[in-house]
Structures are given as structure tokens and as C-alpha cells.
């Protein structure tokens, strides 16, 4: 059975009709204002309408970057979308017109993170952690091969643990979460400062960005950073040192034996990816007395949500 799967962003949704082998057949996408949670509703039918047209769908899946409630239906809260208690999947059914096919809202980390477990790197894992390293910071956990909700619904926000007391403010309403030192917004906000505090090392950055601070993003950074620029090289190795330190944090709790690493950032390879499990390994607790897990870049890059979304609603 083909389904559908939306992935929801901040200003554009993007959609695929997925196969049962995570296979995407065709694509489509739509520019959304996240103010405006009703043009998110519209966009979805519309590319629902689209993809349907020329496609039989049994199902389709909707990932959204936010808090989804236990049966899957609405959306508790988001951080960069006006989502409040809103009941995502019946506003969708209302504008579609179709009662028969099963509407269900994932969160879309757990999307991803489903997509790599079921169709790319985590295909032979049975306990799987996934980071979805991005404008914020997602997870996913996977234990004894099954996706791990909670009793709510919100299981997995590892980006909302308290990692410094005190520290940078986040969208969630407090201070110090982790995503605010292990995100692409962390890395453009570290880049931005050294291109003031350390302008003798900024040469190359300060080039690429056009001279102003402010127009400095992730890619850049990832750019200089292939290029061999040492101050690019210590920005994403600061990165991947809160990422693999949290995730040995993670570790204690969970013991996965896969940790997963996706988003934007994975871009850079082995440039984040070395620093992440140098950290891992240093702050790992009984290192040397236990199995380790295996940290790997995703497979599935921005299709994860797509993929994920509609196997899950599949099931």
C-alpha cells in the first residue's frame, strides 16, 4: 500500500508518495507562513489532492515539528509554528473530504528517526537513538524495535534536557537546554560571536558571509570548514563535542546500540562526526567494561520525514 508523508517546516511543507520499501515515487512542496496554521492546513490538501490525483493512497502521515498528542490527532505545542492544542489531523480530514483514509501526526523526529531505523542505517539495529541535528535538536528512541512515545506522547525531546544551568534562554521557556549548544542555531550563534571576538581568524568566514556577521549560516561554516579553514574546523569540532557529550549522557539512560546523527549538519562528515565520537568515548560512563554503541551519519538526509511519516501511518 502507498502512503502518503508530509514533512512540516517553519515555511514550506514538503510531501512524497512512499512505497512500501521507503521507496519515494514522486514529490511535491508548498511555501507555508507559520503564523498562519490554517495555509498549513490548505497546503497539505492540496498537495494531498495533487499526489492523489495520480496515485492510489491508503494512508498518509503528517510530521511536525512539535509536541503531538497520545492518539496522534493534534498538535500540544510547537516552537516556530502558532500550533496550540490544534487539532492538525481533523482540520486536514475536514478539507480533504476523504473519512476512509487514516490521518496520523508523528512528531518529526520520530519520523526520521522511524525512516532510518526501518530503511537506512538502523536497519539491523534493534535499539536505536537518533539526533536530528538542525535549526533545533530532535530525537527519536527506538527500543527493542519499537518507537518509544511515552505515556503523552513527547517521549524523545532530548534537546529539552537541561545541560547548563543558567545558560542560553530556549523556546521552550527555559534556560540551558541542549539544543542551545547542540544545533545548527548553536554553531551560527558560535560563529557569529568569533567572527567579532576573533576577527585576525575570521578572514575566510567574513569573506564567504559578505563581511556581515548577521548573514553567516550552517553551510558556510561547513564550507570553510572543507576548505581547511581552522576556525570553521574548531566551530563544527565544538559542535559535535556537545552532541557526543550528550549523547553519553543519553546513553546511560538508554543504552542503545545505535546512535544516529541527522539534519543539516550532517553535511559536514567526518568533520563532525570524529569530534562527536571522540566526546562519546570520553564521557561515557564504565568505558571499557561494556559494548559500545556505533555513532553514524543518517542515510535518508531531508527525505527522512517524508518516508518515516508515511510508513508510520502505513502501520
Not at 508548498?30 to 490538501?45: H, L, Q
Not at 535549526?135 to 525531546?157: N, P, Q, S
Not at 552532541?243 to 546513553?251: C, L, M, P
Request: some cysteine.
Amino acid at each position: 500500500m502507498h502512503a502518503i508523508g508530509v514533512d512540516i517546516g517553519g515555511t514550506k511543507i514538503a510531501a512524497g508518495v512512499v512505497d512500501e520499501k521507503g521507496e519515494i515515487l514522486v514529490q511535491t512542496r508548498r511555501d507555508t507562513e507559520p503564523d498562519d496554521v490554517a495555509s498549513i492546513d490548505r497546503a497539505i490538501a492540496d498537495v494531498y489532492a495533487e499526489l492523489t490525483a495520480e496515485h492510489e493512497v491508503g494512508a498518509m502521515g503528517l510530521a511536525a515539528a512539535g509536541f503531538v498528542s497520545p492518539d496522534r490527532t493534534s498538535v500540544l505545542f510547537a516552537p516556530n509554528i502558532a500550533w496550540r492544542e490544534y487539532p492538525l489531523a481533523r482540520n486536514v480530514r475536514e478539507l480533504i473530504g476523504d473519512t476512509d483514509v487514516p490521518i496520523v501526526v508523528e512528531n518529526d523526529a520520530n519520523a526520521a528517526g522511524w525512516a532510518e531505523f526501518q530503511f537506512g542505517v538502523g536497519r539491523d539495529a534493534t535499539d536505536m537513538l537518533m539526533l536530528t541535528v538542525g535549526t533545533g535538536l530532535g530525537g527519536a528512541i527506538v527500543v527493542d524495535r519499537e518507537l518509544v512515545r511515552g505515556k503523552w506522547g513527547v517521549a524523545a525531546e532530548v534537546g529539552h534536557m537541561r545541560v547548563v544551568p543558567g545558560g542560553h534562554y530556549c523556546g521552550c521557556g527555559h534556560e540551558g537546554c541542549w539544543e542551545q549548544y547542540a544545533s545548527g542555531r548553536a554553531l551560527v550563534r558560535d560563529g557569529q560571536n568569533a567572527l567579532i571576538a576573533q576577527p585576525d581568524r575570521a578572514t575566510r568566514l567574513l569573506e564567504i558571509c559578505g563581511g556581515d556577521p548577521d548573514k553567516l549560516n550552517g553551510p558556510q561554516i561547513t564550507q570553510a570548514a572543507q576548505e581547511g579553514d581552522d576556525l570553521a574546523v574548531e566551530l563544527l569540532a565544538n559542535l559535535g563535542r556537545w552532541i557526543g557529550e550528550g549523547a553519553a549522557s543519553v546513553t546511560a539512560l538508554l543504552d542503545p546500540e545505535l546512535i544516529v546523527i541527522g539534519g543539516g549538519v550532517g553535511a559536514a562528515g567526518d568533520l563532525l562526526l570524529q569530534p562527536v565520537r571522540r566526546a562519546f568515548a570520553d564521557q561515557l560512563s564504565a568505558r571499557g567494561h561494556r559494548p559500545e554503541a556505533r555513532i553514524e551519519l543518517a542515510e535518508h538526509g531531508n527525505e527522512a520525514g517524508i518516508v518515516g511519516a508515511a510508513d508510520l501511518a502505513r502501520r
